[in-house]
């Protein structure tokens, strides 16, 4: 009785000093964002990042004694804070966005809103498509058309990243696909039009791997998302050059689109 009341006692008590250690190793750079932003140069900001990064190896190897949500919930935490320091990232970029989300997958896959930040800031901020893809295969794993509900939307977020990022179109389609097949699986409007939409899009794949119609309906995927206002202006961009229009309305966006694909 006294060796299991001294573990039950031990094992918080561990987890609470590991914690407190990722605190520590956070507090020098939640120190550096008290700073005002002007006054920090290029090269300052350049080292801050190194900083990170090196907190964040650290913490991808900290053990979580049980509490991986705790776990992915900081790092997401850290990366919102990161993402939308945008005088920062106008200097240094979104390198680290993949490092949060590695952290994020490997102690929580099912932390679904964690994807859409994974897709757009890796992909479209960082360049770093193949790595966000493979972050979502690896999250995909764990997760199943039911659990957690609405997951649809990873397969979705894989390929937009997929035909956008990568240009392939084949691998675009098989996303988009399996993204319209579990959302099959629920009968409300959101998960309905999400399966219409995944599966029109992989047809216009399916028929021209150039569709200009497909890229057009991916890139108001990523509108449908509840973006920043950087993404949606280069969405509304990439769909104006492809020949469809924006149109907004008390409802939301309508798409149009060009007369011939």
């Known amino acids: 009785m006294l060796r299991l009341s ?16 990722v605190s520590a190793l956070q507090f020098p750079r939640l120190q550096s964002l008290l700073i005002s932003q002007q006054s920090l140069s290029s090269a300052v900001l350049e080292k801050e990042v190194k900083a990170e990064h090196l907190r964040l190896a650290a913490l991808k190897e900290l053990p979580s004694f ?30 680290l966005s993949p490092e949060y989300f590695d952290i994020i997958i490997k102690h929580d896959p099912r932390f679904l809103a964690s ?5 757009t800031s890796t992909s479209m901020y960082a360049a770093m498509p193949e790595r966000a893809i493979d972050l979502m295969k690896q999250g995909l794993k764990s997760l199943s058309p039911e659990v957690p509900e609405k997951s649809y939307y990873v397969w979705r977020y894989k390929g937009i990243d997929e035909l956008l990022f990568l240009g392939n179109a ?23 039009f ?3 939409n995944s599966h029109q899009t992989a047809v216009f794949l399916s028929h021209n791997p150039d569709s200009r119609y497909a890229r057009i309906a991916t890139w108001a995927m990523v509108l ?19 020949g469809g229009k924006v149109i907004s309305t008390p409802t939301g966006n309508k798409i149009t689109f060009p007369p011939k694909d």
């Open 6 to 21: 001294y573990q039950a006692f031990i094992t918080p008590l561990v987890a609470c000093f590991c914690i407190l250690g």
């Open 66 to 95: 049980g509490y991986d949500n705790l776990m992915a919930n900081w790092a997401y935490l850290n990366f919102l804070q990161y993402f939308g320091d945008d005088e920062a990232r106008d200097k240094t970029g979104y390198s």
């Open 115 to 119: 994807y859409i930040g994974l897709s």
């Open 170 to 192: 084949h691998a675009a389609k098989d996303s988009l696909n399996m993204a319209a097949n579990w959302a099959s699986n629920f009968s409300d409007e959101e998960s309905k």
């Open 194 to 196: 999400i399966a219409h």
């Open 224 to 242: 449908m998302n509840k973006v920043d206002d950087k993404t949606r202006k280069r969405a509304v961009k990439e769909i104006e050059s492809l």
